[in-house]
């Protein structure tokens, strides 16, 4: 039930018993204030800088009709209209244009707040400031100072120095209510200790606030106002999707070998399939989206060689052409590239080369991106799934073929994937799919599954494997669930490179994921691979073990499929942040809690079990929950629990029996 109540200038909107939202004439719900606003780019990393130049305080409160009103002040109004949806209450807004608007929410003590999109330093949020930007995760300066400093030097980044490249204005706090902000333009949301407030470029089209006994509540409810298509083809359940570059030959030996060494291979993903890129960062990929005939001669046949051992093919996909690649020309020919004011290619910037971005707003473009290179050059080859990469570069000053590019950034990574997925179904290819790393709101209708982006080779918790659980919590809290990460990280220069020790501990932490795929890195011949003799053995087994849970896996991705998260923190379902006690331990659906190893030469690990009688996985030992223990962690055995009531206790029983 929603109560407005208009009393002596202040306005009060409850819900149920929950006030929330407590506007009075020294601190108005709304403020507009004028920016100044300069964008610097420099690889996909923004810089801004914001002057403050004027601020008006909407601090009246009008009546104007039931459950409409405006808020003025100045000579300036902002006009509001509540309604009561599913599970809460949304306000509409009739804003000028020409500012930025800022709202301001009550907060309330030791709260905390989850979400924001994707966050690779912290699950709770309260304290911090969020950026409602999508932009480049990685910046260049922290990558040279871990390779070139010593490890002692080095400093770990905080909250507010680590960018996103799927941000949302979109909130879950643990009293159970839901905070979403319909809106595409840039802002910033902070979570103080007296108030939340939330800034945007121009005004919000809604505020959304919902309310929820629990996250799965929240998360049905949200699935019902932004529909969740995410999904796993029934294939990549049965193994893992092996990180392979070097041409035909290269990948055919290396696939049937670990195939013949016992391994559960469901799929080989090929970045370099359309050719390679030596740059001074290591191997890159030629961004001109055809198959490279020296690399890859007869790749259709070769592609037909892995289907027959059940084995699929993935390549690679962005929305750039390298300059002067034979696409590069033709789409420069035809208009398909974003340009200057002058209309000559905007090019953007990547490591040492320059590329041109395909204009998602062009018609031209769009089908081209659908009929020649997906439908064409991939689809018809038999390629069954890729990375569709990018998406976060779009310039703010550029010129479209429609539309505004300030308006149009944070929406530019939805664009992509929904040009792929259209892609996929116009073709009707029902087990295809592909992997997005950049969103914002809506990407979970259109991208079939995310991955946490390009993570460092290393165990540091701002930007190595441990970054990649309060990542993909957060997503998850946004309704985006379905999500992976690339086993043994991406980024290596220098000293920082991964060994035998990292690869197996990230592969044992993705064995219990939705999908188990590796990465041979930026510099693949200076870092550990799924088949270096040290590691070949755990491959063949956590691939087997991760095939042999398939009916449990495939069930906690129909829960992603709807919504609903199936990599949780720990405190899930206490629902109070202050119930956890790990946030690098992550419940795997209902019924397996996980405890990766993210300490160097660590032989334990300890743990907080959460409440319920478990069974430790390799063991078969019983622990009682509640309370906080030091397992031993061997690696390939990371601590795995599941619990002793669980409808899928004899699966868990048989998988760890088949692979000892």
């Given at each position: 039930m929603i109560e407005s109540c208009i009393n002596a200038g202040s306005w009060l909107?409850?819900?149920?018993?929950?006030?929330?939202?407590?506007?009075?004439?020294?601190?108005?719900?709304?403020?507009?204030?004028?920016?100044?606003?300069?964008?610097?780019?420099n690889r996909g990393t923004v810089k801004t800088t914001v002057t403050e130049t004027e601020r008006v305080l909407l601090s009246d409160v009008i009546p104007v009709e039931e459950n409409t009103l405006r808020l003025e002040g100045g000579g300036h109004s902002l006009g509001i209209h509540f309604t009561a949806c599913?599970?809460?209450?949304?306000?509409?807004?009739?804003?000028?244009?020409?500012?930025?608007?800022?709202?301001?929410?009550?907060?309330?003590?030791?709260?905390?707040?989850?979400?924001?999109?994707?966050?690779?330093?912290?699950?709770?949020?309260?304290?911090?400031?969020?950026?409602?930007?999508?932009?480049?995760?990685?910046?260049a300066v922290t990558i040279l100072e871990k390779a070139l400093l010593p490890a002692f030097r080095y400093r770990e980044k905080s909250h507010n120095e680590i960018g996103s490249y799927a941000p949302m204005p979109l909130f879950v706090t643990d009293r159970g209510q839901l905070?979403?902000?319909?809106?595409?333009?840039?802002?910033?949301?902070?979570?103080?200790?007296?108030?939340?407030?939330?800034?945007?470029?121009?005004?919000?089209?809604?505020?959304?606030?919902?309310?929820?006994e629990s996250y799965e509540d929240l998360a049905g409810k949200l699935a019902q106002r932004i529909p969740n298509r995410q999904y796993i083809p029934d294939w990549c359940h049965d193994g893992m999707i092996l990180g392979i570059q070097g041409g035909t030959e290269t990948v055919l030996e290396k696939t049937f070998a670990m195939l013949d060494a016992?391994?559960?291979?469901?799929?080989?993903?090929?970045?370099?399939?359309?050719?390679?890129?030596?740059?001074?960062?290591?191997?890159?990929?030629?961004?001109n989206w055809e198959a490279d005939e020296a690399l890859y001669p007869n790749l259709k046949e070769a592609i037909a060689k892995l289907n027959a051992r059940g084995v699929r093919f993935l390549a690679y996909i962005n929305p750039y052409l390298v300059k002067e690649s034979r696409l590069?020309?033709?789409?420069?020919?035809?208009?398909?590239?974003?340009?200057?004011?002058?209309?000559?290619?905007?090019?953007?910037?990547?490591?040492?080369?320059?590329?041109?971005?395909?204009?998602?707003?062009?018609?031209?473009?769009?089908?081209?991106?659908?009929?020649?290179?997906?439908?064409?050059?991939?689809?018809?080859?038999?390629?069954?799934?890729?990375?569709?990469?990018?998406?976060?570069?779009?310039?703010?000053?550029?010129?479209?073929?429609?539309?505004?590019?300030?308006?149009?950034?944070?929406?530019?990574?939805?664009?992509?994937?929904?040009?792929?997925?259209?892609?996929?179904?116009?073709?009707?290819?029902?087990?295809?799919?592909?992997?997005?790393?950049?969103?914002?709101?809506?990407?979970?209708?259109?991208?079939?599954?995310?991955?946490?982006?390009d993570q460092h080779t290393d165990l540091s918790k701002d930007y190595g494997?441990?970054?990649?659980?309060?990542?993909?919590?957060?997503?998850?809290?946004?309704?985006?669930?379905?999500?992976?990460?690339?086993?043994?990280g991406f980024f290596t220069f220098g000293k920082m490179k991964r060994d035998d020790e990292l690869f197996i501990r990230w592969m044992e932490m993705n064995t219990f994921s939705l999908l188990m795929r590796s990465h041979e890195s930026l510099r693949p011949w200076a870092n550990s691979q799924f088949d270096a003799p040290g590691v070949k053995a755990h491959t063949v087994r956590l691939t087997k073990l991760h095939a042999a849970l398939k009916p449990y896996i495939r069930h906690c991705a129909e829960l992603a499929s709807r919504g609903i998260s199936a990599m949780r923190p720990d405190f899930w379902e206490k629902m109070r942040f202050a119930e956890g006690y790990d946030p690098y331990a992550y419940f795997l659906g209902e019924d397996l809690f996980v405890c990766p190893v993210i300490r160097r030469k660590a032989v334990n690990r300890k743990l907080f079990l959460p409440e319920g009688k478990w069974i430790h996985l390799w063991s078969g030992k019983e622990y009682r929950g509640g309370l906080i223990y030091e397992v031993k962690a061997p690696l390939g055995e990371i601590p795995v629990f599941y619990r002793k009531d669980s409808a899928y206790a004899e699966l868990f029983r048989e998988a760890v029996q088949a692979v000892k």
């Open positions: 909107l409850r819900m149920g018993e929950e006030t929330i939202l407590r506007h009075d004439p020294e601190q108005p719900f709304v403020t507009m204030i004028r920016l100044e606003k300069r964008y610097s780019t599913p599970g809460g209450i949304e306000l509409c807004f009739r804003g000028e244009e020409g500012w930025t608007y800022e709202f301001r929410l009550p907060a309330y003590p030791k709260e905390a707040v989850f979400g924001g999109g994707e966050q690779y330093r912290k699950v709770n949020l309260r304290g911090e400031t969020v950026v409602n930007f999508v932009s480049e995760h990685i910046k905070i979403l902000f319909e809106t595409d333009r840039d802002g910033a949301s902070r979570f103080g200790e007296d108030a939340y407030t939330f800034r945007f470029d121009s005004c919000p089209e809604k505020l959304v606030l919902l309310q929820g016992g391994a559960k291979v469901c799929g080989v993903w090929c970045q370099d399939w359309c050719g390679e890129n030596r740059t001074v960062m290591g191997k890159q990929v030629w961004w590069y020309q033709l789409c420069a020919e035809n208009g398909y590239l974003i340009t200057h004011e002058d209309g000559s290619i905007y090019h953007i910037r990547s490591t040492t080369f320059d590329a041109g971005m395909l204009d998602l707003t062009n018609p031209g473009a769009v089908r081209f991106i659908k009929e020649k290179l997906i439908r064409k050059n991939m689809l018809d080859l038999g390629i069954s799934g890729w990375m569709a990469d990018f998406g976060e570069y779009l310039p703010v000053d550029c010129v479209l073929h429609e539309g505004d590019p300030a308006s149009l950034h944070n929406r530019w990574p939805v664009l992509w994937a929904k040009i792929n997925r259209e892609a996929i179904e116009e073709y009707g290819a029902d087990d295809a799919m592909f992997f997005s790393r950049s969103g914002y709101l809506g990407i979970q209708t259109y991208a079939p599954i995310m991955w946490n982006g494997m441990p970054c990649v659980m309060p990542a993909s919590f957060s997503l998850a809290f946004c309704g985006a669930p379905m999500i992976h990460s690339d086993i043994g």
